[in-house]
């Protein structure tokens, strides 16, 4: 089984700076995408950034620019750094997988519980 454990939230004051943590354990083969999701209350979920592997990254338009995504393969752990966080970013952050558990497995999907990150104005 894989497990994708999340940290690094919390509260911040508007302009702030918060860097998430998300670290893919267990049986892995390969990682083909990592990346991180929001949902914010009464909102559907939605992509903040993916990165995937040999592959050009791609951000929401409302976090590009304040916003950066990298990843430690050797770790499986991708990281989400956010500078002049707004109040509108604040949400619950899910970090995201698609990876083959062993060669023969198909691809699938695998979500960490989520982080709070809350930005006050």
């Known amino acids: 089984q894989v497990q994708l454990v999340e940290s690094g939230g919390g509260l911040v004051q508007a302009g702030g700076s918060l860097r998430l943590s998300c670290a893919a354990s267990?049986?892995?083969?390969?990682?083909?995408?990592m990346g991180w999701y929001r949902q914010a209350p009464g909102k559907q979920r939605e992509l903040v950034a993916v990165?995937?592997?040999?592959?050009?990254?791609n951000y929401a338009d409302s976090v590009k620019g304040r916003f950066t995504i990298s990843r430690d393969n050797a770790k499986n752990t991708v990281y989400l750094q956010m500078n002049s966080l707004k109040p509108e970013d604040t949400a619950v952050y899910y970090c995201?997988?698609?990876?083959?558990?062993?060669?023969?497995?198909?691809?699938?999907?695998?979500w960490g519980q989520g982080t709070q990150v809350t930005v006050s104005s």
């Open positions: 995201n997988a698609v990876l083959k558990g062993r060669i023969w497995s198909p691809l699938t999907v695998y």
């Open positions: 267990g049986t892995i083969f390969s990682i083909n995408v």
């Open positions: 990165m995937p592997s040999g592959g050009s990254t």
